[in-house]
C-alpha cells in the first residue's frame, strides 16, 4: 500500500483552502493515515526543497514555507497510486499549466503562492514523510468499508 506525503503551504491555509484539500483526497477514496499543523524550522525546509538549492526563488520559497504567518499543515495520505494520483489532484507546478478540475487549477495563479505539495516519487514520498512525521504520528489503520472502496481482485 503506497503512502505519499501532502502538505497545505501557508497560503493554502491563509485561503480557507484546509477542508477544501481534504475533502478532494477524502472523497477520491485515500485515507489520511497522518495530519499535524507545524511551522517548519528554517532546517526542515531547506532539506525539504533541497533538490532546489541552486534555484533563484529558493530562498524565497524557504521563507515563505517558514515565516509562521500561517502554519502548514502537513499530511500522509494512503492508498493505491495515491502519489501519482495525488500530484493530479493537485494540478501541474505552475497554476497558469494546471487543468481546472485541480486544487491549483481551481484556486490558485502564482507558481509562487501555489498552495500545496505532493511528493513527486516514491522515493521522495518515503524521504518526505521521514522528514515531516515521528513513525508514531502515522497510523496503520483500515476502512471497515474498504471492500467497497478497494476490490480484492
Ligand atoms: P511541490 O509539490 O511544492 O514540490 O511542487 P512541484 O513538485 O510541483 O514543483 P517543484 O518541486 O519543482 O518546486 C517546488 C516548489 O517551488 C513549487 O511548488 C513552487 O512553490 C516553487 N517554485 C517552483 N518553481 C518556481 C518559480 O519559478 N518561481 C517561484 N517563485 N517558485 C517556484
Ligand atoms: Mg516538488
Redesign the pocket.
Known amino acids: 500500500i503506497e503512502r505519499t506525503f501532502i502538505a497545505i ?1 501557508p497560503d493554502g491555509v491563509q485561503r480557507g483552502l484546509v477542508a477544501e484539500v481534504i475533502n478532494r483526497f477524502e472523497r477520491k477514496g485515500y485515507k489520511l493515515v497522518g495530519i499535524k499543523a507545524i511551522v517548519p524550522s528554517k532546517e526542515l525546509a531547506e532539506e525539504h ?1 533541497g ?2 538549492k541552486a ?1 533563484p ?1 529558493y530562498k ?2 524557504v521563507n515563505y514555507m517558514t515565516s509562521g504567518r500561517a502554519p502548514v499543515i502537513a499530511m500522509v495520505w494512503e492508498g493505491p497510486d495515491v502519489i501519482r494520483q495525488g500530484r493530479r489532484i ?1 494540478g ?3 497554476p497558469l499549466d494546471a487543468e481546472p478540475g485541480s486544487i491549483r487549477g481551481d484556486y490558485t495563479i502564482s ?2 503562492r ?1 498552495a ?3 511528493s ?1 516519487s516514491f522515493e521522495s514520498a518515503t524521504i518526505e514523510i521521514g522528514l515531516w512525521f515521528k513513525p508514531t504520528e502515522v497510523f496503520d489503520w483500515k476502512f471497515t468499508h474498504e471492500e467497497w472502496i478497494i476490490s480484492a481482485n
Open positions: 503551504k526543497y533538490d532546489l534555484r526563488f524565497g520559497l493537485i501541474a507546478t505552475n507558481v509562487g501555489n500545496i505539495h505532493g513527486d
